[in-house]
């Protein structure tokens, strides 16, 4: 059984396989290993691991009652797509670190993931199955957001791993490391997953290629992340995957550059390249570039096409208080306003009632803007671009107001003053109120 063991741990599965099969005809507990070694390729050997756990099971009297078996048996019924009750009714409890892995691969299947976080061990796995434990962990903690925690643990499954797993676990954690924002632990990652293989494929080339042009983006190098960015997308047409977001960034680059039309073409390439759900995506950030360059029937057509699509976008709310700001723009108030109400209802509460604060604010309906202002800075996340707009109009507007409530003025103003630098507009105009509004208070004790 140690070869076994060692031949999964170094990825070679068809020698694992082998070996196994030869071992099944006299030893009856290589059987359930064989069903284990089956389940680690998911539905694409879904058949043959049900014909190894009935062989197991009717050459081993009472592995019904095995919590092991028991917990393979629901990760393919939950590979199957069968419901989250009846796969949980399959399993025993057990301590056991393996049983416990196969019940938390099984509730991540079904989307159960603080469930699945839960029950998954840390310890006590053979080899071949500790890495995956953590490159599980990882791939759960993505789904939950938490993206700096998802890194880290790729990072340890990388160091658990070999060969090209620990390669993949490491682009795994760059990727993790950039949507947490940590472009320089990316590039750190990257650097050691281009040193730990001899030969790269296209793919995975184009793959490293573009996250260094994520990380270079990121950081503010757009002459390097062009670069690697066109590494990527010549190493796709080499024979990688075509994936539509390296069009995009590639067109964010070019943004960044000035270089407009040629980041048009290129979102034009993101979108012939989508599909499906990805539309989605890729129509927000034509609709968000629009509306940075001031263009903002253009942001409307690809947000209005976007919400058209009806997809399950998770960012489907903020793309509702974009359109909103898009019509606010062109001064259409009340379409404008009607896409706020429904980014707020979506759950996109910053922006929208930012959006019905600008409304109400031009239309010089003060007391209802400065109650929007308000309600957008306590719901966004302080630094935040809303978070940012919504204080610096709660200042202005109590200023129109004949600066009332002094102290409210000062205390806002001096929290987002630091979020600014001193050649944004916006500054000498909070720098303006907040004197003045000190000088009301410092009036009012002299009295």
Do not use: C
């Not at 680690?40 to 050997?45: H, N």
């Not at 393979?72 to 416990?100: C, I, K, Q, Y």
Request: proline share 3%; glycine share 8%.
């Amino acid at each position: 059984m140690e070869r076994v063991l060692r031949a999964l741990h170094e990825g070679d599965y068809d020698t694992a396989l082998e070996l196994l099969h030869r071992q099944s005809l006299y030893k009856k507990e290589a059987l359930l290993l064989l069903a284990e070694v089956y389940s680690l390729y998911g539905s694409e050997a879904l058949e043959e691991a049900y014909r190894a756990l009935e062989e197991a099971q009717s050459e081993v009297p009472g592995l019904e009652v095995n919590p092991l078996y028991r917990a393979l048996l629901g990760e393919l019924l939950a590979l199957e797509g069968r419901s989250l009750e009846e796969v949980r009714g399959v399993f025993l409890r057990s301590e056991d670190p393996r049983v416990r892995y196969h019940q938390a691969l099984a509730l991540f299947y079904l989307g159960a993931y603080e469930e699945a976080l839960a029950l998954l061990p840390t310890g006590g796995l053979p080899a071949f199955l500790a890495w995956r434990a953590w490159s599980l962990r990882g791939r759960i903690l993505e789904r939950l957001y938490r993206h700096r925690e998802a890194a880290l643990a790729h990072r340890e499954a990388a160091r658990l791993a070999l060969g090209l797993e620990r390669y993949w676990s490491l682009l795994d954690a760059a990727a993790m490391h950039l949507e947490a924002g940590e472009p320089e632990e990316a590039l750190e990652v990257l650097e050691e997953a281009g040193r730990s293989v001899e030969l790269e494929g296209p793919e995975d080339g184009a793959t490293r290629n573009y996250l260094l042009a994520r990380a270079h983006h990121l950081l503010g190098n757009p002459q390097q992340a062009l670069a690697y960015v066109e590494e990527a997308l010549r190493l796709e047409a080499e024979g990688g995957h075509p994936a539509y977001g390296t069009p995009l960034l590639q067109a964010q680059i070019l943004l960044s550059l000035g270089r407009k039309e040629e980041a048009q073409a290129a979102f034009r390439e993101a979108l012939r390249r989508a599909e499906g759900e990805e539309r989605a995506q890729v129509l927000h950030e034509i609709g968000v570039a629009a509306l940075d360059q001031g263009e903002y029937v253009e942001a409307e057509q690809a947000l209005s096409e976007l919400i058209r699509l009806e997809a399950d976008y998770p960012y489907l709310a903020q793309a509702y208080g974009d359109l909103a700001e898009a019509l606010y723009r062109q001064g259409r108030y009340q379409e404008a306003e009607a896409m706020a109400e429904e980014a707020i209802r979506l759950g996109a509460a910053s922006t929208g009632e930012l959006i019905l604060g600008h409304v109400a604010y031009d239309l010089m309906h003060l007391e209802e803007a400065l109650e929007h202002y308000r309600k957008a800075a306590e719901a966004a996340q302080e630094g935040s671009r809303d978070w940012v707009g919504a204080m610096e109009m709660v200042v202005d507007t109590l200023a129109q107001l004949g600066y009332r409530n002094p102290e409210e003025m000062v205390e806002r103003a001096e929290r987002v003053l630091p979020h600014l630098s001193p050649s944004d507009e916006w500054y000498p105009v909070l720098q303006g109120h907040l004197e003045r509004a000190r000088g009301l208070l410092s009036r009012r004790d002299l009295n």
